[in-house]
C-alpha cells in the first residue's frame, strides 16, 4: 500500500500570509493527486485534483504543483475563510490512502 | 448540484452488523465510481471502499477487508456499506463519496455527503 505523509502536521499563520503545505507518497503515483480541505464538524471539499487541477468554484488563490512523490499545495494570501484542516489523497491504486491532514490555524 | 445523503448509522454493539445507506440525486448515478470514506472523532480521514459505475468491482482499506462490503442499486440510485464484525475502531463518521475520472485508471473523490456516525460500543 502507499503510504502518505504530510508536512507540517500544524502551521500557525496569518491573513494575507503565503502559505505551502508538502504532501510526500511512498512511492511514485504520477500526478494522481487530490487536495481537500476541511473545517470541523463538515465534509471535506475538493480543492485540486491530478495534482495542479483546480476544482471549479475554488478561489484562484489556491494552487497545487508536483510529480511522483512530492507534491505542494500552496495558498498564495491565506483568507479568514482558509483556516480549516487540509488533506492530500492518492489515487494512483488502490487501496486509496489519505495524508495525516495539516491544521492551519491563527498565529 | 450534486445530492448525498447517507442513513443507517447508529448505535452497535461489538460483534454487530449495520448497513449504511447512500442516497444519490442530480447526478447520473450509474456513470460514476462511489465510495465511502470515514472519520473517527477528532482523527484524519480513512479511505474505506470503492465501487465502479456498474458494480462489477470493489476495492477496500485492508482494516476493513472481509468484514465490510460495498454495493450499488443503480435502480435505486443507492449506494451501500454492510459493515460486519464491528469494533470499537470502527467507530466514525462515515461519508458517502462520488468519485470522477478526469483521465487514468481512477477516480479521485469530487463530492461528499454529510456523513453518518457510526458508534460501536457496548
Known amino acids: 500500500d502507499i503510504q502518505m505523509t504530510q508536512s507540517p502536521s500544524t502551521l500557525s499563520a496569518s491573513v494575507g500570509d503565503r502559505v505551502t503545505i508538502t504532501c510526500r507518497a511512498s512511492?511514485?503515483?504520477?500526478?494522481?493527486l487530490a487536495w481537500y480541505q476541511q473545517k470541523p464538524g463538515k465534509a471535506p471539499n475538493l480543492l485540486i485534483y491530478?495534482?495542479?487541477g483546480l476544482q471549479s468554484g475554488v478561489p484562484s488563490g489556491f494552487s497545487g504543483s508536483g510529480s511522483g512523490t512530492e507534491f505542494t499545495l500552496t495558498i498564495s494570501s491565506l483568507q479568514p475563510d482558509d483556516f480549516a484542516t487540509y488533506y492530500c489523497?492518492?489515487?494512483?491504486?488502490?487501496?486509496?490512502?489519505f495524508g495525516p491532514g495539516t491544521k492551519v490555524d491563527f498565529k | 448540484e450534486v445530492h448525498l445523503l447517507e442513513s443507517g448509522g447508529g448505535l452497535v454493539q461489538p460483534g454487530g452488523s449495520l448497513r449504511l445507506f447512500c442516497a444519490a440525486s442530480?447526478?447520473?448515478?450509474?456513470?460514476?465510481?462511489m465510495g465511502w470514506v470515514r472519520q473517527a472523532p477528532g482523527k484524519g480521514l480513512e479511505w474505506v471502499s470503492a465501487?465502479?459505475?456498474?458494480?462489477?468491482?470493489?476495492f477496500y482499506a485492508d482494516s476493513v477487508k472481509g468484514r465490510f462490503t460495498i454495493s450499488r442499486d443503480n435502480s435505486k440510485n443507492t449506494l451501500y456499506l454492510q459493515m460486519n464484525s464491528l469494533r470499537a475502531e470502527d467507530t466514525a463518521v462515515y461519508y458517502c463519496?462520488?468519485?470522477?475520472?478526469?483521465?487514468?485508471?481512477?477516480?479521485?473523490?469530487?463530492?461528499w455527503g454529510q456523513g453518518t456516525l457510526v458508534t460501536v460500543s457496548s
Open positions: 463519496a462520488k468519485g470522477r475520472r478526469e483521465s487514468g485508471p481512477y477516480s479521485y473523490i469530487e463530492s
Open positions: 442530480e447526478f447520473t448515478f450509474s456513470n460514476y465510481a
Open positions: 465501487i465502479n459505475d456498474v458494480g462489477d468491482d470493489s
Open positions: 512511492q511514485s503515483i504520477s500526478t494522481w
Open positions: 491530478k495534482a495542479s
Open positions: 489523497l492518492q489515487y494512483n491504486s488502490y487501496p486509496f490512502t
